[in-house]
């Protein structure tokens, strides 16, 4: 299965402030997928990013907060904008290509003071 | 709309005795059926998966989840437990004509020495 990288592991940041987080692949993927995980419960989908194109967010998630890049097979990033405490949460790249299940990162543990 | 059902927030068992983590699931069409474990600290691991074939599916770490068309219930089974096999563990459901992926609320299981 892909090896996948999420750059930070966690972070402490002030409101107001953005935090861009990295997901590397070892090998070329279809589809890669952002979600929020509030602490102890379940994933909530934010967007699927598209390779080269805007990406395709869920209800409730906008570009101007969570922008979305993907300039590769292998490499997204999603930015979270003007941070409030309410965006506390753990953030998981996950991956998926052809027949095979969906792979996560270990995710970025987010607080914001 | 697809979705998945897990009725247990926890599930305590001792160890050496068999677990069952309960999950029931709504889709339209044919299911494609996941279980995921998450550790402290960790991303979702795959465990495994029913798409079509056998009722009884085999994954990793010993476990293994009955497919019950019937009942519409995957539930995740081992027959003997381990004090390691201690972690959250989601049921999800895809939706091939969005190629998504629903998450149910997550079980905590405890496995006591």
């Known amino acids: 299965s892909a090896v996948i990288s999420q750059k930070p592991s966690r972070d402490i940041c002030q409101r107001g402030t953005s935090l861009t987080i990295q997901c590397q692949v070892d090998s070329q993927v279809t589809m890669m997928f952002w979600y929020r995980q509030q602490p102890g419960q379940s994933l909530t989908l934010i967007a699927t990013?598209?390779?080269?194109?805007?990406?395709?967010?869920e209800s409730g998630f906008v570009i101007d907060k969570f922008p979305i890049s993907r300039p590769n097979l292998t490499f997204s990033t999603l930015t979270v904008s003007n941070m409030s405490p309410e965006d506390s949460s753990i953030y998981l790249c996950s991956v998926k290509s052809g027949n095979q299940p969906q792979h996560f990162g270990d995710g970025t543990r987010l607080s914001i003071l | 709309a697809q979705s998945v059902a897990q009725p247990e927030d926890q599930v305590n068992v001792a160890e050496g005795n068999p677990l069952t983590v309960k999950c029931t699931y709504s889709?339209?069409?044919?299911?494609?059926l996941f279980w995921y474990v998450q550790y402290p600290n960790r991303g979702l691991q795959f465990l495994l998966k029913y798409i079509t074939g056998d009722n009884l599916v085999k994954g990793s770490y010993g476990f293994e989840a009955e497919f019950n068309k019937s009942q519409t219930s995957f539930h995740l089974k081992k027959p003997s437990a381990l004090v390691s096999d201690s972690a959250l563990y989601f049921c999800?459901?895809?939706?091939?004509?969005?190629?998504?992926?629903?998450f149910g609320s997550g079980t905590k299981l405890n496995v006591k020495p």
């Open positions: 990013a598209n390779q080269g194109s805007e990406a395709t967010y």
């Open positions: 889709v339209s069409g044919n299911p494609y």
């Open positions: 999800a459901v895809r939706d091939i004509n969005f190629n998504k992926f629903y």
